[in-house]
């Protein structure tokens, strides 16, 4: 599975209140959320974000509260991936859960700037960023993970397996 | 995993899981999830628990569909342990007190501070609402086996200082990604000497150092608490004599302060006297962190005869219904209400920017809370000062952060 997208950069902590603001938790679906992910942090994010675009954040991103709520906004805002220096644990499940891939690679993060244009190969584990020709190595996700980010999450994966 | 071996961190197991718990956020989504499975019944109802805490009583009409929905689940389901609006409780305050949690359980929550019941030697932590689903509708989980970090307190604690300024001060020295992914064991002199309501608040906040699991023996005060709250058999399981850690980590504590933690990361812990003088607009006492009787009992014996500061809107929030009931005989309630404070229905309400306490631009809050992220108690540009309920109390009558000494005098 290729992606491509535009990178956008953020840094140590993004916590999950900046991702989706706890006061929008009254709403579940992904194309709901969408509309307020990240506003706190970067009030341009909503307006300017493109199908594919890719997040890089730095230590401990998704960190605080279980909401899979995060995840689904990205989710919902065209994001194809996260790249990261490292993920909060339960930030981690949810993103795999819904089918959201997510890659811990600080070698990537300290290589891109916000704008640059990245393509992932998630069987390769590699990141290629355009601006500066690099290729960054990262483990690529086991089968049964590759499994569920195709099927579009835990629950489809899980249906189909139950046929 | 009855009948293996024992396992190492590192190691991928499935577990079987004793409770199983979501709130009225969480538990929308995995409820559309678990119907999607194509699963007609949960694995077994007395095994699930749904609270309705965060925005209840009801805050909009959109909360109100998520908290009925739920309603509407647990029904269908036969989920007797749904705690609906004047029987529920801030869920990790409830699931103890009721004694729907026993040591040695298995326990997964759609709720990052699930990982409260640790005080009670259970291996508790939290998931997301895919997770909850999958675990309501199988009975087990995949889990990855932590590492542990066990740290020791010693030495004799300074007056007022309790459970959360020791996890302040924790979260302090190692950092918010400090024990990521890992357990953190709690253990010393000083820890034995604690009430269960300060291990309760320890255990919570080991989701803010990145933890998975906030660990404690089982002793007596652990048996005393769950005698006559228990219903079914449980089990006590102990640290192994030659358990290796991935760090052990030592505080000598008799020099440690009262700790506030400064916006916007709870690792922003420092001693209040460098916090004295900050101004506030609001006092927030409660949550699941610190919303027992023993808080209430803290935060009264500060604020009884005195009066909270014109400046401040003082909010206190029991934890459950029976803590409420409890405080109200015990006479904390009219203490509170005297010195000019509020005394609200349980619920999450302020402690995540929900309701019931809400912050507009520029203004500042002391709470007993566990997060001070930007915006976690309303405005972008607002701020939250974390901190125990004597601080807390204190702050509350002087209108700056403050020592408790400072208006006990």
């Known amino acids: 599975m290729m992606l491509r997208g535009s990178v956008w950069k953020y840094g140590d902590n993004v916590d999950t209140d900046a991702i989706i603001p706890a006061r929008y938790l009254n709403m579940s679906t992904a194309e709901e959320l969408a509309r307020h992910c990240m506003e706190d942090i970067d009030t341009s994010f909503v307006g300017a974000v493109r199908p594919g675009d890719i997040i890089v954040g730095g230590e401990n991103f998704g960190c605080g509260s279980s909401r899979e709520h995060a995840p689904l906004a990205l989710k919902g805002a065209g994001v194809s991936c996260v790249i990261a220096e490292s993920f909060a644990r339960i930030f981690y499940r949810n993103a795999i859960n819904i089918g959201l891939p997510i890659l811990a690679c600080p070698e990537a993060v300290a290589g891109a700037q916000k704008g640059d244009a990245l393509t992932v190969d998630l069987e390769a584990g590699t990141i290629t960023n355009a601006r500066t020709g690099k290729i960054y190595h990262t483990s690529p996700f086991p089968p049964f993970i590759m499994g569920i980010i195709e099927a579009g999450g835990l629950v489809p994966y899980t249906r189909e397996r139950m046929k | ?409």
């Open chain 2, 1 to 409: 995993m009855p009948g293996s071996a024992g396992v190492v961190p590192g190691d991928l197991v499935e577990v079987s899981v004793d409770v199983v718990l979501a709130n009225d956020i969480t538990a929308p989504i995995s409820l559309r999830e678990f119907e999607s499975l194509g699963v007609a019944r949960v694995f077994d109802p007395e095994k699930v628990v749904l609270v309705a805490d965060h925005f209840a009583p009801n805050k909009d009409i959109k909360s109100a569909e998520q908290c009925k929905a739920m309603r509407e689940f647990a029904r269908a389901q036969g989920i007797a342990h749904h705690y609906d609006v004047g029987r529920m409780g801030i869920e990790h305050v409830l699931l103890p007190e009721q004694g729907l949690v026993l040591p040695g359980d298995v326990v997964v929550g759609a709720d990052s501070h699930t990982c409260t019941y640790g005080a009670l030697g259970a291996f508790a932590t939290g998931m997301g609402s895919t997770d909850f689903a999958v675990a309501i509708a199988t009975g087990s989980i995949w889990m990855r086996v932590p590492e542990t970090i066990r740290f020791e307190y010693t030495g004799t604690r300074q007056p007022w200082v309790g459970g959360k300024d020791l996890i302040l001060y924790t979260i302090g020295q190692i950092g918010v990604s400090g024990a990521l992914y890992m357990a953190m064991e709690f253990t010393g002199p000083v820890v034995d000497g604690l009430s269960m309501a300060d291990r309760f608040t320890m255990s919570n906040m080991a989701i803010e150092a990145g933890g998975k699991a906030g660990l404690f023996a089982v002793d007596d005060a652990t048996q005393e608490y769950v005698a006559g709250r228990a219903k079914r058999e449980y089990q006590v399981y102990a640290a192994d004599a030659d358990a290796v850690y991935a760090r052990v980590v030592t505080f000598d504590v008799s020099d440690m302060e009262l700790q506030v933690s400064f916006p916007h990361l709870p690792e922003n812990a420092k001693p209040v006297s460098e916090a004295q003088g900050v101004k506030i607009d609001q006092a927030v006492i409660g949550s699941c962190t610190n919303g027992r009787l023993e808080d209430l009992r803290v935060a009264a014996q500060i604020l009884a005869g005195r009066h909270v500061h014109p400046d401040v809107r003082c909010i206190v929030i029991p934890g459950t219904q029976q803590v409420y009931l409890d405080a109200l005989r015990e006479g904390l309630v009219e203490a509170f209400i005297e010195a000019g404070a509020v005394v609200s229905t349980p619920t999450c309400g302020p402690c995540l920017g929900g309701h019931m306490g809400i912050l507009a631009a520029g203004e500042r809050a002391v709470s007993t809370t566990n997060r001070n992220f930007r915006g976690r108690m309303g405005h972008p540009d607002s701020e939250v000062y974390l901190s125990g309920p004597a601080v807390a109390a204190a702050s509350a009558i002087a209108g700056t952060i403050v020592h408790p000494d400072e208006v006990m005098r």
